[in-house]
Structures are given as C-alpha cells and as structure tokens.
C-alpha cells in the first residue's frame, strides 16, 4: 500500500484544517488506517486510528472533542478533521495503514510521507 497524505498547512490558533490520506496498491483497503504526528525534538505520538468496518476508533485524549478521524472505503481515503488548533498542534502529520487497529505506532505497516501542519498564535 502506498499513502499519500495531504491539506496541511498553517492556521491561526482556533482554525481548522482536514487531512486526507489516499491509499493505493494492494490490499486497497487496508482494515486500519491512522493518524499519527512528530513535532520538532519529540517522539512521533498517535493521533488517531478507525478500522475499515468503523467498529474500532481510537483518539488520543489530547484531542479528543477537537480531531474527528473518517474514511471513504470506496475512495480508500482517510481523513482527519481537525479543529480548535493549538499550536501544541503543530506537528508533522503521518498518515499509516495495516491490519490491525491501534494506537501503536509498530502495529501499522505503511506509511505516508507526512504533512506539515504549522499553527500560529
């Protein structure tokens, strides 16, 4: 599988943005798909994660209320809404499929390349 994140960018302190996350190549649907980030001198933290079926979906507690993670299995897209951005926020952004639905970051197979998301206060 190959993923291609994209639509970050940099926003205002309580703007929003939405990710979106494409998948290709076999299997196109992977079963899990996530959202994880890397700022600057940190470890890379688990943002968010929802199975193919939507019947698992794991959100972080720092944004939970604020990030809304979904997907298209017909478009095999993902896709995290975010909004009230912080600048604690601002991160790399990586988008990760596999088989498994989690919140670690080894359970996942594939990931994309990453975007940045900048936010200003």
């Known amino acids: 599988v190959q993923l291609q994140a994209s639509g970050g960018g940099r926003v205002q302190a309580g703007g929003s943005l939405r990710l979106s996350c494409a998948a290709s190549g076999p299997p196109l649907t992977p079963n899990a798909m996530g959202w994880f980030r890397q700022a600057p001198g940190k470890e890379r933290e688990f943002v968010a994660a929802?199975?193919?079926?939507?019947?698992?979906?794991y959100v972080a507690p720092s944004v939970k209320g604020r990030f809304t993670i979904s997907r298209d299995n017909d478009k095999n897209m993902a896709f995290l809404q975010m909004n009230s951005l912080q600048s604690e926020d601002t991160a790399v952004y990586y988008c990760?499929?596999?088989?498994?639905?989690?919140?670690?970051?080894?359970?996942?197979?594939?990931w994309g390349q990453g975007t940045q998301v900048t936010v200003s206060s």
């Open positions: 929802l199975s193919r079926s939507g019947g698992a979906t």
């Open positions: 990760a499929a596999g088989r498994l639905t989690s919140y670690i970051a080894g359970a996942y197979d594939y």
